[in-house]
């Protein structure tokens, strides 16, 4: 690592008006291996495969995937970009902050806190429902699957993640990079026995011409049920902005923080297609699988290989799941840390201390305590599908109004904006126009209500069906938007510098004594 390299990282940083306060050790590797991690293949696509099923069916995992991808690739361009001017663990508000103003940084900030602390709870959640499907074939009797012992499992998950990322840095960093192999190594192992080991398989004509409709919707809405379905793809196409939150981070940012957000959505949209075509051909009954709910991959697995071969397939699964888990809570209190740094968040004060290993230590609890917060209602609901569909579409409008936003003021700025290292001369105009439409035509859709029932004015309208992402994006919006009205426009202006350059120094210097000093300690303790 060339001290050039670092000196050039740290200038670019001091432009931007920060200290290199977080420890930059990154590579460019680790720093994709963050946002692939986070997409995870095997975490999105397979906890949300059963809704895939009963919302399109076949059809939605053979087209769905590459339309979603498509669109995904062309936002990830749009982001690289502004990621290469502005590479800040803050990362998309204060993009939106340096375009638009702060009302702009503001309510991205807050979407994209909101989503990420959002989809830490998908994601932990969804390996909540994977590891306790693998407990219940491994000691079948003790663990029962109940909707209770889920939400115990979850918080057992969330502790973990939580004190791994507060006490060894280094260990997630490390299991990032294995995370990456885990990944695709993980779907050519499990796609290899869909297609070697069950003795039938589904046509081509299913695969790429059957529709299912569990939805409860007539059949001549199969538009609408088809449009919905697309949440599975859309919802694992979520966090590879953990790439410009790992930036203050990582090594050459300007460069690495756009190569990881490309990378990690092209390396996705291939084994992602590969494990869901994998896993639909080896449906040996539909019905009965769509029928499993959430656990729809778990009956794929025992259908088509036996207990003994699905009992290992999912333990890769859910040991892919709890790397993604591991590092959105990695990203989520970046994110977290850095909006304290700029006084955005209550008790600011106390998100943005670091402990002795420059990790935001009081951030990385609060991120956990939220997302256990925000997947705690599965715990009343007889159906803690719908809970977790709700979960997952927060997450995914919150985050995308939070994606979108930068990229609608970066095309606003037009040929005045001067892009940074990685960019798309030209070509940014179309790229921020379609990722602007495609956001809002997502943000829309998963609004919608996801079952007959949960439409108001429906005669078996029941609360337990509702889709309470209106609920929740509209909330964000009266109490975010309320919040700056009342009173954070007159005290938040977006990132503040945090002094001249010999001031910045200064904390560096401050930081590298402490580092100094903590090493010393460590060694001395070793020398005894």
Not at 376 to 402: Q, R
């Amino acid at each position: 690592m060339s001290e050039q390299m670092l000196d050039k990282d740290r200038r670019t940083l001091h432009a931007l008006g920060y200290a290199q306060e977080l420890r930059r050790g990154m590579s460019g590797f680790s720093n994709f291996a963050i946002s692939f991690t986070i997409i995870s293949i095997l975490s999105g696509t397979l906890t949300l495969y059963g809704t895939g099923l009963n919302y399109g069916g076949p059809v939605m995992e053979a087209y769905g995937w590459p339309v979603v991808s498509i669109f995904v690739i062309i936002i990830g361009l749009g982001m690289a970009e502004i990621a290469s001017k502005y590479p800040t663990a803050g990362g998309l508000y204060f993009w939106a902050s340096k375009m638009g103003g702060p009302a702009w940084g503001w309510f991205t900030g807050w979407f994209n806190l909101i989503g990420q602390i959002a989809v830490t709870a998908g994601i932990d959640y969804g390996a909540a429902i994977f590891a306790d499907a693998l407990l219940n074939l491994l000691w079948p009797g003790t663990f029962t699957s109940t909707q209770h012992e889920i939400v115990y499992v979850y918080a057992v998950i969330l502790v973990l993640h939580a004190l791994m990322n507060v006490f060894s840095i280094r260990l997630v960093a490390f299991l990032n990079d294995v995370s990456v192999w885990w990944h695709v190594l993980g779907v050519v192992i499990i796609v290899g026995f869909l297609i070697f080991k069950p003795a039938h398989h589904q046509s081509f004509s299913t695969v790429f011409g059957h529709t299912v409709n569990n939805s409860g919707f007539s059949h001549g809405m199969i538009w609408f049920v088809l449009l919905l379905g697309l949440l599975q793809a859309q919802y694992t196409y979520t966090g590879y902005d953990a790439s410009a939150h790992m930036s203050e981070e990582t090594q050459n940012a300007s460069q690495a923080a756009a190569r990881g957000v490309i990378g990690s959505i092209l390396v996705s949209a291939v084994f992602g297609y590969i494990l869901a075509l994998g896993v639909t051909f080896a449906i040996q009954d539909v019905g009965n699988t769509a029928g499993a709910g959430g656990f729809a991959v778990k009956q794929v697995f025992l259908d088509s290989l036996g207990t003994k071969t699905a009992e290992v397939m999912l333990f890769i699964t859910v040991m892919a799941q709890l790397y993604c888990g591991m590092s959105s809570i990695t990203s989520a209190s970046r994110m977290m840390y850095a909006f304290s740094r700029d006084g955005a968040v209550p008790g600011h004060k106390y998100w943005r201390r670091l402990n002795h290993q420059r990790v935001p230590a009081h951030a990385v609890g609060a991120i956990a305590v939220l997302a256990f917060l925000c997947a705690f209602p599965a715990y009343f609901g007889p159906n803690g599908v719908v809970a977790y569909a709700a979960v997952t579409s927060i997450a995914t409008i919150g985050l995308y109004i939070a994606y979108g936003i930068p990229i609608y003021l970066r095309l606003k700025q037009g040929s005045s904006w001067e892009p940074g290292e990685w960019n798309l001369g030209k070509w940014y105009r179309p790229v921020g126009v379609i990722s602007v439409i495609w956001v809002a035509f997502i943000a829309v859709l998963f609004l919608m209500p996801i079952a007959p029932a949960g439409i108001p004015w429906n005669a078996n309208f029941t609360w337990v069906s509702v889709n309470y992402a209106p609920i929740a994006v509209l909330g964000t919006l009266i109490l975010v938007g309320g919040w700056w009205m009342l009173s954070a426009k007159k005290w938040f202006k977006g990132p503040i510098a945090q002094g001249t350059e010999a001031e910045l120094a200064r904390i560096e210097t401050g930081m590298d004594a402490t580092d100094a000093a903590s090493e010393e300690h460590h060694h001395h303790h070793e020398a005894h």
